[in-house]
Every structure is written in C-alpha cells, then in structure tokens.
C-alpha cells in the first residue's frame, strides 16, 4: 500500500512541476520597472483561472501525501 502511495506522490510532484511551467508570467521582471503598468492589473482567463484551481490541488495532494509519507501512518 505505500508503494502506491509513494507512486502517486511522485507522479503528483512531476505533474506539479509541469503546471507551474505552463502558467503565464506575471510581470515583465526587472524590465517591467521603467514600462508603463497597464497590464499589471489585468485579470486573469477562464483558463488561467482553471490552471490555477488543478495546480492547488495537485499541491495538496503532494503535501499530504509528503505529510503522510514521512510520517509513516501508512
């Protein structure tokens, strides 16, 4: 049983780390500094919304199951 727990961990991290990639950057960075703001306050698209919602929950599941691993309670 903690085999399958620990693939899914695994599986979960390597997932998390795809998501973050596919998310828009945010900013311009340290050339944004002298650029005008006017896409700062932009909102974000149903879809970027929808990648954030898959991309916390994915962390949820890597931190629990880290939680849950390294304590072993299974």
Do not use: F, Y
């Given at each position: 049983m903690s085999q399958i727990f620990?693939?899914?961990w695994v599986f979960s991290g390597i997932l998390l780390i795809l998501?973050?990639?596919?998310?828009?950057?945010?900013?311009d960075g340290m050339g944004g500094i002298a650029a005008s703001g006017s896409s700062m306050f932009?909102?974000?698209?149903?879809?970027?919304?929808?990648?954030?919602k898959i991309t916390w929950t994915i962390l949820f599941i890597f931190l629990a199951l880290a939680i849950i691993l390294s304590a072993g309670w299974i």
């Open positions: 620990t693939w899914i998501l973050v990639l596919l998310h828009s950057p945010k900013g932009t909102s974000a698209t149903s879809a970027e919304a929808s990648l954030n």
